[in-house]
């Protein structure tokens, strides 16, 4: 949610974001630049979108892995977070409280950090279906779901 109180929620499978504002919702931005968008966070003016990649196909798969996107609120321009570089078919996102981000790969079942400038590191490999997590920076704990497996692993990836 924005300092607005506008909902931001992601549509994988058509590469949408729709936005509730008040009672309206609507599509706020579409189209394959997008890269198939999973997780959001909103902060600093901006919609952070954790990009599954390029090229979805039925088993999600991509062509090509996704990265980190910035949008401007105000603006709705988006723009790669820093390189660009693929990271992987990105899902799960939530910042680490020191400017970076947390983020899984559903594909590969890994988490990631995240910096600013787009440079990633692999913090733990996981199963393949780790989904959606969250990120307690106070005590340095990631509590992912295992969405495969039917279950949900809590650990201090540092």
């Known amino acids: 949610m924005d300092g607005q109180g506008r909902v931001f929620v992601s549509d994988t499978a058509t590469s949408r974001i729709y936005v509730l504002d008040g009672d309206t919702l609507s599509v706020w931005a579409e189209g394959d630049g997008l890269l198939h968008p999973n997780g959001l966070d909103v902060e600093d003016g901006r919609l952070i979108i954790a990009g599954w990649g390029e090229g979805l196909h039925e088993d999600l798969t991509t062509d090509a892995p996704?990265?980190?996107?910035?949008?401007?609120?105000?603006t709705?321009?988006?723009?790669?977070?820093?390189?660009?570089?693929p990271v992987g078919n990105l899902d799960g996102l939530e910042p680490?409280?020191?400017?970076?981000?947390m983020v899984t790969d559903w594909i590969a079942g890994a988490l990631y950090r995240?910096?600013?400038?787009g440079g990633f590191e692999l913090l733990s490999d996981l199963p393949q279906g780790s989904a959606n997590l969250a990120f307690l920076p106070e005590e340095g704990l990631a509590i992912v779901p295992l969405m495969l497996d039917g279950a949900v692993v809590a650990m201090t990836p540092d």
Not at 66 to 74: C, N, R
Not at 96 to 101: V, Y
């Open 66 to 74: 996704g990265h980190l996107l910035a949008a401007d609120l105000a």
């Open 76 to 85: 709705g321009e988006v723009a790669a977070l820093g390189s660009g570089a």
């Open 96 to 101: 680490d409280g020191s400017g970076n981000f």
């Open 114 to 117: 995240i910096d600013p400038e």
